[in-house]
């Protein structure tokens, strides 16, 4: 259900997200050479400021990548820093840029493969990634075909107000994570849905497999529930920069999420995450804690 606008916004608990909203919105409007060079000096700051953050990419990158030198895995880390900090322009881009500046910087590779699932009467199911920039994805992807997306509430009101009809922009509607039926229905009526494999939903709801480095990576075991019980074809969907601006990749149908052992199938999707995210490790969201979630007999915090 959509979240209603409601006068409890102007209240003065709401003037600082305003007041950030409407710098966002005023920087989106400048050139777009001109919106890097502000992300640039955001991600010499956030090295400054947001020194955990840093800590916690750099974490992740030495987890995931034990096999690259040090000197590599400093020049991804500085280069996602940079495409974090453009991430929150991007936001703003993808929630409020008019519909002929996004399509001018836009790209959409592999339709054929969701369409060709879409006319067999199936419906898509899109498993998308924590890219930095997935908002101006979102807004892409939806102009080459309306989505639907799975989705978390943010836990303030009025951001989730603006996240939901910023994303909706060009898409259908989005569905609440705690309401797996209203995905399922939707993807038995034939529509194109968008999931997060790679989201970490704890221990309950996981499997412990491997993903790059870390031999016992928390795993969303929904993503097969999805897979198996809705009347749909699984299909990578991924948000990336390019030369013109921002391309959105979808891929081939994947078969193999139907394999009966779990713990296959979720090795193998993992697998091929890993693959996509390599193509541009800088756009990843390395700063969130990707392996926070560990097995019982492996309690000890890899932070």
Not at 90 to 96: L, N, V
Not at 118 to 130: M, P, W
Request: with cysteine.
């Amino acid at each position: 259900m959509a979240p209603p606008f409601t006068a409890a916004f102007f209240h003065p608990r709401y003037w600082g997200v305003w007041f950030g909203a409407a710098v966002l919105y005023l920087i989106t409007w400048l050139p777009l050479p001109v919106i890097k060079l502000l992300a640039r000096v955001i991600a010499k700051l956030l090295f400054w400021f947001a020194p955990k953050r840093i800590k916690i990419a750099k974490r992740n990158l030495e987890l995931c990548y034990p096999q690259w030198s040090e000197e590599k895995r400093q020049k991804v880390l500085k280069d996602n820093v940079f495409r974090t900090a453009m991430g929150l322009f991007e936001t703003g881009m993808g929630w409020w840029w008019p519909e002929w500046r996004v399509r001018r910087v836009a790209e959409v590779e592999g339709l054929e493969h969701a369409l060709k699932v879409l006319e067999s009467g199936k419906g898509v199911f899109g498993l998308t990634l924590h890219n930095v920039n997935l908002e101006i994805g979102c807004r892409i992807i939806g102009y080459a075909y309306p989505c639907i997306a799975f989705y978390r509430k943010h836990n303030n009101p009025l951001i989730d107000y603006m996240q939901y009809y910023g994303r909706a922009r060009s898409n259908k509607y989005m569905i609440h994570k705690r309401n797996a039926k209203a995905l399922i229905q939707a993807m038995n009526e034939n529509e194109f849905c968008l999931y997060f494999p790679d989201q970490d939903y704890g221990k309950g709801t996981s499997a412990f497999v491997p993903f790059g480095g870390v031999a016992r990576t928390a795993t969303t075991t929904a993503t097969l529930m999805f897979a198996n019980r809705a009347n749909c074809v699984p299909l990578m969907v991924v948000s990336q920069h390019s030369k013109k601006g921002y391309k959105v990749k979808i891929g081939a149908p994947i078969d193999y999420l139907a394999d009966t052992n779990q713990e296959t199938a979720l090795t193998k999707l993992n697998e091929d995450v890993l693959k996509v995210v390599n193509e541009q490790p800088e756009s990843y969201l390395w700063m969130h804690k990707r392996f926070k979630t560990r097995p019982e007999d492996e309690p000890e915090s890899l932070y």
